[in-house]
């Protein structure tokens, strides 16, 4: 989706924004590995709190909170970490560029142009109606101009980078691995989960998204390291993982999913006392995963090239 030129002269820039994302590059050597959370973008417009019903800590459920911080130390064993900086309310990264929902506008989008998929059609989509509980977000439509606004600042750099990395490893080393990382809420905020629930989902759509062996490997080491682990149920993936994922083309994506429950108070929206014992593990898990893959590869890590 683009904006005319036309459009544009009716846009309100935000001249306080921050950049579409954060990119954390190795610190020594490069690695086939990119980590990726679209999630824990923290930053709310002022013209998108004034539309919302919800204050900024009822905006914030919707973030994977802290979990650019978990994974922050991938760069000192080789993995590129790119964040995102605007809030999940306000954008879904992890969602198509035209996965809309035309009700949402005023005037209407044209359907004919849209994804309506069942993510949209919950309240979900590229920009979201509701947070995860089901309370809207909105005190009501937004002009149509807000959905190409939305998409060509935030979605479409943040995107582009994303490739461009992928792009970058795949001529580097032959191979290309996206970890793409997420939270999710506990059992007692999921009735979908048993009493207890897993520690970690790993989602590889249903291994279309990546190759089986690194799935396998994933699983094995968090299980030794101590997490209850769980493959695609009930997250297989969202859209980069089936995006970007391409096996065939040495392109593999993995989504992971981290309990909040094990390193944050969900409701108070703060880190556990244990936050950095779960960040030590899932370093130690992510190396690992990296060196186990590299040797199974038979690669060589390479000077750090300009990100």
């Given at each position: 989706m683009t904006t005319s030129n036309k459009n544009t002269s009716l846009l309100v820039m935000d001249s306080n924004a921050p950049p579409p994302y954060l990119l954390r590059a190795p610190e020594r050597n490069s690695s086939p590995f990119i980590f990726a959370a679209p999630h824990s973008g923290r930053y709310y417009p002022p013209d998108f709190r004034a539309r919302s019903v919800l204050d900024?800590?009822?905006?914030?459920?919707?973030?994977?909170?802290?979990?650019?911080?978990?994974?922050?130390?991938?760069?000192?064993?080789?993995?590129?970490?790119?964040?995102?900086?605007?809030?999940?309310?306000?954008?879904?990264?992890?969602?198509?560029?035209?996965?809309?929902?035309?009700?949402?506008?005023?005037?209407?989008?044209?359907?004919?142009?849209?994804n309506n998929s069942h993510r949209v059609k919950v309240g979900l989509g590229l920009i979201p109606r509701i947070i995860a509980e089901g309370v809207p977000i909105y005190k009501g439509p937004l002009p149509a101009?807000?959905?190409?606004?939305?998409?060509?600042?935030?979605?479409?750099?943040?995107?582009?980078?994303?490739?461009?990395?992928?792009?970058?490893?795949?001529?580097?080393?032959?191979?290309?691995?996206?970890?793409?990382?997420?939270?999710?809420?506990?059992?007692?905020?999921n009735r979908q989960f048993s009493k207890r629930g897993p520690d970690i989902v790993l989602g590889d759509s249903w291994g279309g998204a990546c190759e089986r062996e690194l799935t396998s490997q994933a699983e094995q080491i968090f299980i030794?390291?101590?997490?209850?682990?769980?493959?695609?149920?009930?997250?297989?993936?969202?859209?980069?993982?089936?995006?970007?994922?391409?096996?065939?083309?040495?392109?593999?994506?993995?989504?992971?999913?981290?309990?909040?429950?094990?390193?944050?108070?969900?409701?108070?929206?703060?880190?556990?006392?244990?936050?950095?014992?779960?960040?030590?593990?899932?370093?130690?898990?992510?190396?690992?995963?990296?060196e186990r893959t590299q040797q199974r590869l038979n690669l060589q890590t390479i000077p750090l090239a300009a990100e």
């Open positions: 900024t800590s009822g905006l914030q459920r919707s973030e994977d909170a802290f979990v650019d911080h978990l994974f922050e130390d991938v760069t000192k064993i080789g993995g590129a970490l790119l964040v995102a900086t605007h809030a999940r309310s306000y954008l879904d990264l992890n969602r198509a560029a035209n996965e809309l929902d035309t009700t949402m506008f005023t005037p209407r989008l044209p359907p004919q142009k849209l101009r807000e959905a190409a606004k939305r998409v060509d600042t935030v979605h479409t750099p943040y995107h582009r980078k994303l490739a461009q990395l992928l792009t970058d490893r795949l001529s580097q080393f032959g191979v290309a691995y996206l970890i793409d990382c997420h939270s999710m809420p506990s059992e007692n905020r030794d390291a101590g997490f209850r682990v769980r493959r695609n149920i009930p997250y297989s993936g969202g859209y980069s993982t089936v995006h970007y994922g391409n096996p065939a083309q040495n392109v593999h994506a993995l989504q992971i999913e981290v309990n909040r429950a094990i390193y944050m108070d969900e409701a108070r929206q703060t880190p556990l006392s244990d936050f950095q014992l779960v960040k030590d593990s899932l370093h130690s898990v992510c190396k690992i995963l990296l």
